[in-house]
């Protein structure tokens, strides 16, 4: 017996085709990415260096992550009090 095979195998199941669950992945994936790119761009005020620090990237592949969804950034002004 295979006790490391999960209870519930997409690949075996009636319908479930390996390539639907990759591509299932791949979306949650992306939408990942983009929602936490948002957040971080938001939380730095727009600053893509910032941003990057905070995601853990290189500011480039900031660039890049925006260009892939079609994310601007708005540098928001200080607010000084």
């Known amino acids: 017996m295979d006790r490391w095979r999960p209870a519930h195998d997409s690949r075996r199941s009636p319908g479930g085709d390996v390539k639907e669950s990759k591509g ?4 949650v994936r992306d ?8 957040l971080c761009l938001d939380e730095a005020a727009g ?11 290189s500011r480039p592949q ?5 260009q892939k969804y079609g994310l ?3 540098r928001k002004p200080k607010v000084v009090t």
Not at 24 to 27: D, F, G, I, M
Not at 47 to 57: D, E, P, Q, T
Not at 62 to 66: A, F, L, R, S, T
């Open 72 to 74: 601007t950034s708005t």
């Open 24 to 27: 299932r992945l791949r979306s």
């Open 47 to 57: 600053n893509i260096a910032r941003a990057a620090r905070l995601l853990g990237v």
């Open 62 to 66: 900031v660039y890049n992550i925006m």
């Open 31 to 38: 939408e990942a990415e983009r929602r936490e790119t948002e």
